[in-house]
């Protein structure tokens, strides 16, 4: 009990605190890019056959793409620092991770985007307002998948626990530290998930009424 009063009492819960800010982030911009690439396919899957086909593969093919297999590729292929446009951009860690959530992002956002407008072009407005929750349900899988960049040095809220857990030297001190991480990671996802729940039950209630009336 003392090593935990101790352990929350030093840098450590701040420390973990500004990680999981880094796992917030890389997660926001994972969905907003997500959501720029998503939105062509979905007119794309809803302008007819000759167009479906080709769209639905090139989702099918980001659905499967492994966040790991993409984000080496995009750390070793490109290069840190290049020009674009005649800017001079660079990667960071971060964003090497963020760009490697994309595939999955577009896909999920192209899959229920598609959901939503063929729910609004039904008259059913509550079907398409489910896009709201499947998006907070997708941050919080993005948020759970940017530990990746704990692979390369990212720091973020995973690299901070196991940062944290190497500087003690006995197994009962490293469990307690990864307590402390899991319990904060746990929180945030189930407030998330809640949040997701109640959105669905909201809307469903609304849904049943509509249909009702």
């Known amino acids: ?118 729910g609004l072009r039904s008259g059913s407005r509550a079907e398409a307002l489910l896009l709201l929750p499947s998006l907070v349900r997708a941050y919080v899988v993005l948020v759970m998948s940017s530990s990746a960049g704990v692979a390369i040095g990212v720091n973020e809220g995973v690299a901070v626990v196991l940062r944290k857990a190497d500087s003690f030297s006995t197994t009962s001190e490293q469990l307690l530290v990864f307590a402390v991480g899991v319990f904060a990671f746990g929180a945030v996802f189930q407030l998330g998930f809640a949040l997701v729940r109640l959105m669905v039950h909201l809307l469903s209630d609304r849904r049943s009424g509509t249909a009702k009336a």
């Open 1 to 118: 009990m003392t090593f935990l009063l101790d352990l929350l009492s030093s840098s450590y819960p701040r420390d973990l605190m500004e990680g999981m800010v880094v796992n917030f982030n890389i997660a926001a911009i994972a969905l907003v890019l997500g959501m720029v690439l998503g939105a062509p396919l979905i007119f794309l899957q809803l302008l007819g056959r000759r167009w479906h086909g080709g769209s639905a593969a090139l989702i099918g093919l980001m659905r499967a793409a492994p966040t790991f297999v993409v984000m080496f590729f995009l750390l070793n292929i490109i290069p840190k620092e290049f020009e674009f446009l005649g800017m001079k951009l660079s990667l960071s860690g971060g964003l090497i991770v963020a760009l490697s959530l994309v595939p999955y992002a577009a896909s999920y956002i192209a899959d229920n985007g598609r959901a939503a407008l063929e």
